[in-house]
């Protein structure tokens, strides 16, 4: 990773979302907790279609309109999602709090675990292409504390110049502040681009930010600029 308080005043820059936009675990959360079970518990047999609906609220991201400082501290942050991971195991594997709870411990280590985590394989010629014309990158996602490691460990660390993670910033996209702790880092005269999977918190906060932006993997009948994946946003932002 590129280590500097600021970006070049002669450069544009993208920010770009991480989790299904860069990167993405199968699965996401509701295959983590089966893993975490069936790694604690391997005759348990179950799948994250036990969990999905056990995990429609509780993570920060549901509550972007409020900040959460107390948790920008990785102990902090994991601890207050224990409570979420112990109740969707209970629920969703029929087990008693004590033994969802123990189990709701190890929840962390195997998400962070990067062998379980897949690159898009059009991410790294994007950025490298996108790199060549130009651009540089930075990361802002809503995500959990420790992904300048993730990234780091998945071999992409090197093409972003700076990592911002709302698991340490305190506030989640789309919240304006989230956008504002990139753009403050960035020279106003920079053309800089958001790119990410969410309509909602992609997309839309950083267009009410004052940025443009992109929405990739997906499309909305709202969003004027989608493409299907990275190879058409290398072709459409080469044109700019």
Not at 123 to 133: D, Q, V
Not at 180 to 197: F, L
Request: net charge negative; hydrophobic share 40%; with cysteine.
């Amino acid at each position: 990773m590129r280590v500097g308080p600021q970006l070049s005043s002669t450069e544009r820059c993208l920010l770009w979302d991480f989790d299904n936009t860069l990167a993405h675990r199968p699965g996401l959360w509701s295959q983590c907790l089966a893993d975490s079970v069936n790694s604690a518990m391997p005759e348990a047999r179950v799948t994250r279609e036990q969990f999905a609906p056990h995990l429609h609220s509780g993570f920060p991201w549901h509550t972007p309109e409020r900040e959460h400082h107390h948790l920008s501290n990785p102990d902090a942050w994991w601890a207050s999602m224990h409570p979420v991971f112990e109740r969707a195991i209970a629920a969703g594997a029929g087990l008693s709090a004590s033994a969802a709870s123990e189990i709701a411990t190890q929840v962390r280590g195997v998400y962070l675990t990067p062998t379980e985590w897949v690159v898009f394989p059009d991410t790294k010629p994007a950025l490298i292409a996108l790199s060549g014309h130009g651009w540089r990158h930075v990361i802002l996602s809503n995500h959990v504390p420790e992904l300048p490691q993730l990234t780091q460990a998945l071999g992409l660390a090197e093409y972003f110049d700076f990592i911002i993670t709302s698991g340490t910033l305190g506030y989640e996209k789309p919240h304006p502040l989230a956008f504002k702790a990139a753009i403050d880092r960035i020279p106003p005269s920079h053309r800089t681009i958001m790119i990410g999977d969410s309509f909602l918190m992609d997309y839309k906060g950083a267009r009410a930010s004052g940025l443009d932006s992109i929405l990739v993997r997906g499309s909305h009948p709202e969003c004027d600029t989608s493409f299907p994946d990275l190879h058409a946003v290398v072709d459409y932002l080469r044109s700019k």
